[in-house]
């Protein structure tokens, strides 16, 4: 069967590439060599896991659905995807991509999700944007592995609950595990803490809810599903700023990890917004 040696769960953010590289050195944010050091380290943590193959988790941020067909949880399930959409190369000067995907595992996901429960939508011309590309940046930039891309709905209300975000990873974790093969898979998916876009909270010193990031981070870091679960719901997350609703991507990654302590957590707070760099290995598979 195929052997689970790693689960990352990691804030995006979609100007890194720019501020700590591309910009000249005399315009780069005060953080640029601190986060390039931190994102560095937490790259080992993947590296370490040698996987074959990374099952993916993000968000499309209307790229390809939009109000009037938004899936709850969708699977790609292409031999390719091209990656990176017009805004980003513009805004967040990202590169673009042609992925390999693993078809027989998305194949497999997929039907496995369907039989627990999960009536996935699923697209055989997917194209990824920056909720992947992001962490296919700061971990792995080779982009040398086949994906399995899961998006899920973090924007159009009524989302999906908490618990069912943890379920989801839950499902995951189970249909990797039987998978019929020798593949080594590590699970990277993407979201945020606290985050205001476009509103009143945006450009504040630190992120909308630093209360509610110390908390998040703690959460995950120490398996604590109970209590994030008793504390966090759809509602309550806008209250800590109008696209906090990311945290439930990490959710699933810590679904899928199981409640178990993270191997390593690291953060750094921006201006805006703290980052979060938090990897499980799942029953001991690199420790």
């Not at 953010?13 to 005060?30: A, G, N, S």
């Not at 939508?121 to 040398?144: F, G, Q, V, W």
Request: proline letters at 8%; hydrophobic letters at 40%.
């Amino acid at each position: 069967m195929a052997t689970l040696t790693a689960v990352l769960a990691t804030t995006h953010h979609p100007f890194y590439l720019k501020l700590t590289h591309l910009d000249p050195p005399e315009k780069r944010i005060p953080q640029a060599a601190e986060w390039v050091r931190k994102v560095e380290a937490y790259r080992e943590t993947l590296t370490a896991a040698r996987p074959d193959v990374l099952v993916m988790i993000g968000a499309d941020h209307f790229h390809q659905f939009f109000l009037d067909n938004y899936p709850q949880f969708l699977i790609g399930k292409a031999p390719k995807y091209d990656a990176t959409f017009y805004n980003e190369i513009r805004e967040f000067s990202l590169p673009t991509y042609t992925l390999d995907g693993h078809e027989e595992l998305s194949q497999f996901m997929l039907e496995g999700l369907i039989d627990r429960g999960f009536d996935m939508s699923m697209s055989n011309e997917l194209k990824i944007d920056h909720s992947i590309i992001c962490p296919i940046i700061t971990t792995r930039p080779d982009a040398d592995l086949p994906i399995v891309p899961i998006y899920t709905n973090i924007f159009v209300p009524p989302l999906p609950t908490p618990k069912r975000f943890w379920d989801l990873g839950r499902a995951i974790r189970e249909i990797i595990d039987d998978f019929p093969s020798d593949l080594r898979v590590a699970a990277v998916g993407s979201g945020h803490l606290s985050l205001e876009l476009g509103g009143p909270r945006q450009f504040e010193e630190h992120g909308p809810d630093p209360e509610f990031d110390r908390r998040a981070i703690g959460w995950l870091a120490d398996g604590d599903i109970e209590g994030l679960l008793e504390n966090v719901t759809r509602e309550n997350l806008g209250t800590s700023g109008n696209a906090t609703h990311g945290f439930l991507d990490l959710v699933t990654m810590f679904g899928i990890a199981g409640p178990e302590k993270a191997a390593y957590v690291d953060e750094l707070d921006l201006f805006h917004t703290r980052e979060a760099y938090i990897t499980w290995y799942p029953n001991g598979a690199v420790l």
